[in-house]
């Protein structure tokens, strides 16, 4: 099995983002998946700029030379992709919504109704897919309530849906700046190994395990505590004692 995992954090490797996804990726390598991991802050990018050169000039081609012409491969050919991105303002990254965009060329310009039966209209895929393709998010972010994510969540489902994906899930951390508090170090570590697991059943079962899913999206904190939390910190931060 061939895993993409896509992190769009700004931070990279050194975000929270990452933190959840790389022990998620080495659980699937122990059943023997092969994963890799692009990190959209590492490589050069430029926005669509909208031409749609890709679909009638050099069809399949964009105009822009930069490092994402062999990402479309990868993305084609992938057996599971994971987009990891943290939640900025209730959606995905700059960075990630341009890799995004960047998939056209993957695409044909026709429009046809969806055979999922939303009736729904989409663009072809561009090279068909001989096997099919699986979708995972994985997102964190700051606010302590799972809710924030329900826009992010309804893009990448709809996103999926509309290219013939099979969208199997998220995990996700709201107030994922806990995982680096040294107080939370016992709970973090104890989440990293809950995430090796439940890579591992992801391949091995094809979902995620359900009770495994509850432990990892439990709350360490009440929302209050970590409001409070926070404000301390911000409040020393800024040098105002109140
Ligand atoms: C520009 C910006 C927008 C953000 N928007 C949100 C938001 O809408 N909701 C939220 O809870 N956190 C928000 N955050 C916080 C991040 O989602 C959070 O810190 C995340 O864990 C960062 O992940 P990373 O370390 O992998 O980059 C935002 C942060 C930035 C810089």
Same mark, same amino acid.
């Given at each position: 099995?061939?895993?993409?995992?896509?992190n769009?954090?700004?931070?990279?490797?050194?975000?929270?983002?990452?933190?959840?996804?790389?022990?998620?990726?080495?659980g699937?390598?122990?059943?023997?998946?092969?994963? &890799?991991?692009?990190?959209?802050?590492?490589?050069?990018?430029?926005?669509?700029?909208?031409?749609?050169?890709?679909?009638?000039?050099?069809?399949?081609?964009c105009?822009?030379?930069?490092? @994402?012409?062999?990402?479309?491969?990868?993305?084609?050919?992938?057996?599971?992709?994971?987009?990891a991105?943290?939640?900025?303002?209730?959606?995905?990254?700059?960075?990630?919504?341009?890799?995004?965009?960047?998939?056209?060329?993957?695409? @044909?310009?026709?429009?046809?109704?969806?055979?999922?039966?939303?009736?729904?209209? $989409?663009?072809?895929?561009?090279?068909?897919?001989?096997?099919?393709?699986?979708?995972?998010?994985?997102?964190?972010?700051?606010?302590? &309530?799972?809710?924030?994510?329900?826009?992010?969540?309804?893009?990448?489902?709809?996103?999926?849906?509309?290219?013939?994906?099979?969208?199997?899930?998220?995990?996700?951390?709201?107030?994922?700046?806990?995982?680096?508090?040294?107080? @939370?170090? &016992?709970?973090?570590?104890?989440?990293?190994?809950?995430?090796?697991?439940?890579?591992?059943?992801?391949?091995?079962?094809?979902?995620?395990?359900?009770?495994?899913?509850?432990?990892?999206?439990?709350?360490?904190?009440?929302?209050? &505590?970590?409001?409070? @939390?926070?404000?301390?910190?911000?409040?020393?931060?800024?040098?105002d $004692?109140?």
């Open positions: 099995m061939n895993i993409l995992a896509i769009g954090s700004p931070h990279g490797n050194l975000g929270n983002t990452d933190l959840i996804l790389q022990p998620l990726l080495r699937m390598e122990s059943t023997g998946a092969k994963t &890799e991991t692009i990190y959209l802050n590492k490589i050069n990018i430029k926005h669509c700029i909208g031409c749609f050169n890709c679909w009638f000039k050099t069809p399949g081609k105009i822009h030379h930069d490092d @994402m012409a062999p990402l479309l491969e990868k993305k084609r050919s992938a057996d599971l992709i994971i987009y991105t943290p939640l900025y303002v209730f959606s995905t990254t700059g960075l990630m919504k341009v890799f995004l965009d960047r998939g056209i060329p993957n695409l @044909m310009p026709f429009f046809e109704e969806n055979s999922d039966g939303s009736k729904l209209t $989409k663009h072809p895929e561009r090279y068909p897919r001989t096997a099919p393709q699986k979708m995972l998010l994985v997102s964190s972010c700051g606010f302590p &309530e799972e809710k924030h994510f329900a826009p992010l969540i309804q893009t990448f489902k709809h996103a999926a849906e509309e290219n013939g994906t099979e969208y199997i899930g998220e995990i996700l951390k709201p107030a994922a700046w806990l995982l680096k508090e040294e107080d @939370m170090c &016992e709970k973090a570590n104890a989440y990293y190994a809950d995430l090796y697991t439940a890579g591992k059943y992801l391949i091995t079962q094809g979902k995620i395990d359900a009770e495994l899913l509850k432990k990892l999206h439990q709350s360490w904190l009440s929302d209050h &505590e970590i409001r409070a @939390m926070v404000n301390k910190e911000f409040h020393s931060m800024l040098n $004692k109140r």
